[in-house]
Each structure stands twice: as C-alpha cells, then as structure tokens.
C-alpha cells in the first residue's frame, strides 16, 4: 500500500490524497481509515452527524471531517510540521485577459512540464480516459511527450462503462490512433454491488457508484508504475464544475435550491440533531476564510471551495482506492498549472481554450465528438452521434437490480438504531425512490446507495451513535411533510427535464 508520506509529496497540487490522522495526532497519518480506527477501542468509535448532514446537503462531506468523530483528513494543500501544519501557498485569482490561442500554447507548455515529472523513471503507465474533453488532452500531452523522446515508456488507456456508450467508442478510438493498449472495463450491476463494500470500508464517505471499474484497474498493479488521471481538467482548464460555469456557481451553502429550502437535507435529519449541528456545518464550509489569505471577490472563494469541499472530498475519496496501491497523480493540478489559469480573467477561461489546445496536440483529437453532446467540441453543428451519451446505467440499476438490497439497509435497525433520522421521512423516500425512471443517478439514487454503504461501515467497523433515543419533535411532524414534497416535486422536476 501506498504511504501517506508519498502522497503528501504533491501537497502544494490543488488536487492529492489526504492521509487521515486521529485526534490531534497529525505526526501519524494512515492512508485507510481503517488503520486509524485501529487506534480506537470499539466503544470510543462514535459516528459524526455533522458529517452527515453534510453529506445530505451536499453529497459530500466538508472540510476535513470523516464519518467518524476524532478521525480526521489533513487539510487541503497542507502537510504536518512539527505540531501545526505547513500550508502550501494558494494562487492568487486574478483578471489576466489574452487570446485564447495563447492560453492555450501556455497551458501545454506546463501541462508538458507537470506531466514529464510525473513520468520521470517510469516505463509502465495507465491513464483513464473516456470520451471527455480533458482526458482526451492528458492522452494528447502523453503522446507529444513520446514524438519527442522525452517519455519511451509505454501506455494502457483504461475506459470503464458499457458497451456502445460514447465513452468506450470514442476513447477505444483516441488509443487506437496513437497505438496504446486499450483496456475497456465493463460496468455492470454486479460491479456497482461490490463498489457498495469497498465505499464502506474506506469509510463511506462517498456513493459507490463513484467508483466506477477502479477495482478492475488495481488488478493491473503490478504492471504500472503510475496513473494518470485528468479528473481535475475541466474546472480548472475551462472554469466548468459539473456543468456549470465558475460564474455561476455558488458559495458551499447557498444555490437556488438553498434559497427555497432552509433545511439542505430533505429534513432527513431529526430537527435537535440538526440544531445540534448546524453551526458545525457552516463553519466546515467557510472556516478556511481564517486560515488562507484569500481576495474575497466571490468567484475566486467559490473556487477555493470547489477544490477543497466538492472536488477533494466527493472525487478525491473515490480516485483513493486506486492511489492506495498506484501512485496516481491528477493532472492541471500542479501549481504551476492551476496558478497559471487562476490568474485569467474567469469569463475568458472557456471552450475556446480547449479548442484551441486540440489543434497543438497530436492525433486531430478534436475530430472525435465530445462525450456529453455526439457533436465536435465546441459546435452545434453536424448530426448528433446516436451512441449512448451515458456510460453507466447506474440509476436503473440501484432502482431495480439493487432496490431489495438498499431498502434492506436503508431501513435497518443499524440506521434507524442511530437515533439521527426522521423515521417516517425515510420510509416514504424509500416509497418515492422507484418511481424514478432516468438511466442517470439523481440525489435521492446518491443519498440512499450511500446510507447503504453507511450501513455496512458502521457494522464492519463496529461505530456507536452518540444519540441513545429518538428525540423526535413537533418540527418533524412539519419535517416529514417538508421533505416529502420536496422529494417529490424534485424528482418529478428532475424527470421531466431529462426527458
């Protein structure tokens, strides 16, 4: 297994593994969190509901909390000096404007640069790739760096998801062009049913189904001596995050939803607990404004939490069980990199960017549709490519293949016997839950496979509620009817614009 001291070499990269540490214990770090629990008698492992209802709010835990009270992960761009932490500078965000053609020779050139040291003494490398547009520039900086003798070592493409999906088409292709190993990874329901026992042991703090083919990959240890993922290219090579432009995202805690809704967790939460931890939350989310010497325009704080709530703590996590047993690096984060694109005006950090770094990158990349439209990156133009925009079928597989064993767990005595959630609420979420009919997962898919692997964590790991009964109150009478509508109204809104 991979140490923490090896994955804390690139703690100044906006995206590396966190190693966890218990108490306040900083010096001894563990890179499973069952090494750190080790550290505990089985009666002093107390679950933590801050942790909780951040992962009901936002699908994701925040800051450096874990599933369990003491245990923590270091902080982001941070490593332990002597009894405090040493935190790496974080680039200033900036308003830089020039050609996108320029952006776009720069940020090869240090993609160049990133990359090459990463490979430096090695001879056997994987890279995930998949039909995205930042994948496919990490195979093209990988190619370049072998026309020009730099890197003679050799490459397999790994690409996880189901036969005729864009995704497998489209990377089996790019590896095709430049003569690599292509391995395609089948997704199926038997694989997301055993991501649910991997996602608990490494403390659930994510929905299984983000793990996607990794287990298959590790199965290639002993053959690579590293892996290269480009999970990071996205947000900060064109400022999009799950879609939406920087500019138009939100602070951690706010979004159009929050304005509606005052309770982030479908009022899943029992209302003393979520008044017991409500403070917590809003203080993990924001309380890095005391330690980093950040501007306080919105978009460059939006940023910095992006990197170091969603990013680090709902992929990051996932991507650990590879970098367990491979090093793994996340290109575009090395300082350099990021730093680069963070000094550009945020309204000039686009698609033009990436159009225009295809066209110096070997292999006429740009000739192969994107992904997410069947169309040429960048054009409206054209038929639409009729393979499957969805890799997975996830959400019909947790609604039905899986459904009998998710209720099981869901409703088990281990989550009821934790005394945090509104009972009834869950119930009738597990009653709405099927009737959803997207291929995609929606937050309710994300919400109940996670409570399932939650389920296992606590019984694999033997971890105590510290709320001894159900304290439940006149607001969660108000709560059931709350979360149910809203429930409801979201998966029925959800629906109608996927059709």
Known sequence: MISPEKWLETYDHAGHFCPYYCYNNINDLHVHIGEALGMFPVGERW????????????????????????????????????????????????????????????????????????????????????????????????????????????????????????????????????????????????????????????????????????????????????????????????????????????????????????????????????????????????????????????????????????????????????????????????????????SLDPQIRNDEIYSELLKILPGNLSSIPWARTGKTFGSNEGERDSSSKEHHKYGIWLRHDLHDFIESHVLSETILGLNIFNEKLLKNLVRIWPKAKTISTNKIDEILSWLTSLCIFIRKYNIRSPYGINMQEIKDTLGFLCGSITAWLYQEARERLRE
């Not at 929905?207 to 892996?227: C, N, R, T």
């Open 47 to 342: 679950i933590d509901p801050v942790a909780i209802v951040e992962y009901l709010a936002k699908t994701y835990i925040l800051a450096d909390r874990t599933m369990v009270q003491n245990i923590s992960r270091t902080p982001w761009m941070a490593r332990p000096r002597g009894e405090g932490w040493d935190y790496a500078g974080v680039p200033e965000h900036g308003f830089h404007r020039m050609p996108a053609a320029e952006i776009a020779r720069e940020l090869k050139m240090r993609l160049l640069d990133e990359v090459i040291n990463y490979l430096h003494g090695k001879k056997q490398i994987g890279i995930l790739l998949s039909g995205s547009m930042d994948s496919r520039i990490l195979a093209g900086i990988v190619k370049e760096l072998q026309l020009r003798g730099e890197w003679n070592g050799q490459v397999t493409a790994f690409t996880w998801g189901v036969k005729g999906s864009r995704d497998v088409e489209y990377a089996q292709k790019i590896a095709g062009t430049f003569s690599w190993e292509w391995v395609h990874l089948e997704l199926t329901p038997e694989v997301l049913y055993n991501n649910f026992f991997i996602a608990a042991e490494m403390g659930a703090e994510f929905a299984p189904h983000h793990l996607h083919a990794m287990q298959k990959v590790i199965d290639y240890k002993e053959e690579l001596d590293v892996v290269l993922a480009a999970t990071y290219g996205d947000s900060i090579g064109r400022g999009e995050f799950s879609g939406t432009h920087l500019i138009d995202c939100q602070p951690t805690l706010e979004g159009r939803s929050f304005y509606l809704i005052k309770r982030r967790d479908f009022w899943l939460v029992s209302s003393k607990v979520y008044k017991d931890v409500e403070n917590k939350v809003v203080e993990d989310a924001y309380g890095y404004k005391n330690l980093l010497n950040v501007d306080n325009q919105k978009h460059n704080c939006v940023e910095i939490e992006l990197m170091m709530h969603y990013l680090r703590r709902k992929l990051m996590p996932a991507m650990s069980y590879i970098g367990m047993h491979i090093p793994l690096y996340q290109i575009f984060t090395h300082p350099r990199v990021f730093g680069f694109m963070w």
